[in-house]
């Protein structure tokens, strides 16, 4: 599986498992088709988000300005978490490239806006960062 579309489906279990309070492993065998099977990087992503949402969805809400964290659309929401948890803890992937990949998956799963309002709030979270 390449990894833009492990990310669209880690992206996928992480809007479900916000939704509907569902196990990771069964988000993700609901986003996998037929025959396909369990990819490394879509459970790195899943798992690894999870397992650091505390501290992530922390990090995402001091970098909200004139928002909170639980007015967040969902669709905002796992896609924040997944961009950021790569660019915390996946040292292999450069920082641009989550940030373009969160911001495509926002438009294609979110409002109008929702493209240049994760890159905002990415773009102010990435200074934290150095790679």
Do not use: C
Request: aromatic share 8%; no cysteine; hydrophobic share 45%.
């Amino acid at each position: 599986m390449k990894r833009r579309l492990a990310r669209e489906k880690a992206f996928q279990s992480l809007f479900q498992i916000e939704v509907s309070d569902i196990e990771p492993k069964v988000a993700m065998g609901h986003v996998l088709e037929e025959g396909e099977r369990e990819d490394e990087f879509l459970r790195s992503l899943v798992l690894g988000t999870m397992a650091h949402k505390e501290e992530i969805d922390t990090l995402i809400e001091q970098h909200l300005e004139n928002w909170s964290f639980s007015r967040l659309a969902n669709v905002e929401k796992a896609v924040l978490r997944l961009a950021v948890y790569e660019m915390k803890f996946e040292a292999d992937i450069p920082i641009n490239v989550s940030m373009n990949e969160a911001i495509e998956l926002a438009k294609v799963f979110g409002g109008e806006e929702s493209g240049r309002f994760v890159n905002g709030v990415l773009v102010k979270i990435t200074k934290q960062f150095s790679k």
